[in-house]
C-alpha cells in the first residue's frame, strides 16, 4: 500500500475523529474528571473541519494548479497540527485528580472509560505525524 493512499485513508478517520469528539462533547456532557471549556472543542471542530477540507482539496487538486500547491499543504498540515494539539488537551479530562475535593470520573454512553478518546486523539498524532512525513518527502 502507498504512502498515499495511507494519507487518504487517515484523512477520513480524522473528520471522523473531528465529528465524533463534538458530538462526544455537545453540551458539556463529555466523561472525564475535569471540565473541558467550550472554546477548546470549538477550536478542535473549526480546526478540524478546515483541515480536512484543506487538506483533502490539497490530496486531489493536480499539482501545477493553486489547489495543489505546497502552500496549500503547509496551511493544511498547520492546520492538523492545531487540532491534534486541542484534541490532546481535551484529553487532559481523564487525568486523575487527588485530595478531599476531588471528583470521581463520570462514564458516558460511549464507552467505559477514556479508551475511545485515547485512541481517536493519539491516532490523530499519530495520523499528522505521516502526513508530515508524506508531505516532507513528496508522497502526497
Not at 456532557?29 to 475535569?34: E, I, K, L, M, V
Not at 458516558?108 to 479508551?115: K, L, V
Not at 486523539?121 to 499528522?128: E, I, N, S, Y
Amino acid at each position: 500500500m502507498s504512502l498515499a493512499v495511507v494519507c487518504y485513508v487517515l484523512t477520513a478517520l480524522a473528520a471522523v475523529v473531528v465529528v465524533l469528539t463534538r458530538l462526544r462533547m455537545r453540551g458539556g456532557q463529555g466523561a472525564g474528571r475535569f471540565h473541558v471549556g467550550r472554546r477548546l472543542l470549538d477550536v478542535h471542530t473549526f480546526f478540524g473541519v478546515l483541515a480536512v477540507v484543506v487538506w483533502t482539496v490539497f490530496l486531489i487538486a493536480p499539482e501545477d494548479s493553486t489547489a495543489g500547491s505546497s502552500s496549500v499543504g503547509i496551511v493544511g498540515l498547520g492546520m492538523f497540527w492545531v487540532v491534534t494539539i486541542a484534541g490532546l488537551l481535551i484529553l487532559v479530562r481523564w487525568l486523575p485528580s487527588h485530595g478531599k475535593h476531588a471528583s470521581e470520573g463520570r462514564q458516558d454512553t460511549w464507552s467505559e472509560g477514556p479508551g475511545l478518546s485515547v485512541l481517536a486523539h493519539v491516532g490523530m498524532l499519530v495520523g499528522v505525524v505521516v502526513f508530515t512525513f508524506a508531505y516532507l518527502t513528496s508522497a502526497v
